[in-house]
């Protein structure tokens, strides 16, 4: 069974560009969540999607959007990008998002801003 | 809003030795806890998920404790292996939440 992937890998962009970033989950889960990862503020989490609507924001500015599709892939948009935006941003998926199940999580996509 | 630390920071271990990592968090209206493996660069590579109502959970060498009244979980790895090293992330998930919380790790070197 294939595991969580993320494109692109890496990314490389310059300040006030904006990126998408793309999540495909374990087959047959439709919940996704996403955190951005930095060493200054570790592990954050960003929104949950499940069945295309989005259940839960963590605490980022509007610039950071998402989206779930009905294949349940799903993708997260930050516009205007600034420097500290540069992080790994992770995306975790399970099969419905409830709380007693465990969270897989893909390899990452690496973000710089220059 | 829900705080973790993990104790220690950094571990260093010669190969062979039993390592023991501490998680606590503030808030105990946790409805699981789940311990995650991070290598440099990488994602996470889920560990052990242990329910609230579950006092322990075990996978080969791995053995997770929790007492969620006290707001603590160990993590016990025996007989160490070089391959073991890595960072390892807690994160409780309070019940009425659709996220985890994480705490900022304890990076483990086994020394071969």
């Known amino acids: 069974k294939a595991g969580v992937t993320q494109t692109p890998r890496y990314l490389i962009k310059t300040r006030g560009q904006q990126v998408t970033l793309s999540c495909s989950p374990i087959s047959g889960h439709r919940s996704v969540s996403w955190y951005q990862q930095t060493p200054g503020q570790g592990l954050q989490f960003l929104f949950e999607y499940f069945s295309e609507t989005q259940r839960n924001k963590g605490n980022f500015p509007g610039r950071f959007s998402g989206r779930q599709f009905s294949n349940s892939r799903s993708e997260m948009n930050v516009s205007t990008l600034e420097l500290g935006d540069s992080a790994l941003y992770l995306c975790?998926?399970?099969?419905?998002?409830?709380?007693?199940?465990?969270?897989?999580f893909g390899p990452g996509t690496r973000l710089l801003v220059l | 809003k829900q705080e973790v630390t993990q104790i220690p920071a950094a571990l260093s271990v010669p190969e062979g030795e039993n390592l023991v990592l501490n998680c606590s968090f503030t808030d105990s209206a946790i409805y699981n806890l789940q311990w995650f493996r991070q290598d440099p660069g990488k994602g996470l590579t889920s560990l052990l998920l242990?329910?609230?109502?579950?006092r322990e959970q075990t996978s080969g060498r791995l053995n997770a404790s929790l007492d969620k009244s006290s707001g603590r979980s160990t993590l016990y790895i025996a007989a160490s292996q070089p391959g073991d090293s890595a960072t390892y992330l807690c994160?409780?998930?309070?019940?009425?939440?659709?996220?985890?919380?994480f705490g900022a790790g304890t990076t483990v070197t086994v020394r071969a």
């Open positions: 994160a409780p998930r309070r019940s009425n939440d659709y996220k985890l919380s």
């Open positions: 975790a998926s399970s099969k419905s998002g409830s709380s007693e199940e465990t969270q897989y």
């Open positions: 242990i329910q609230s109502s579950q």
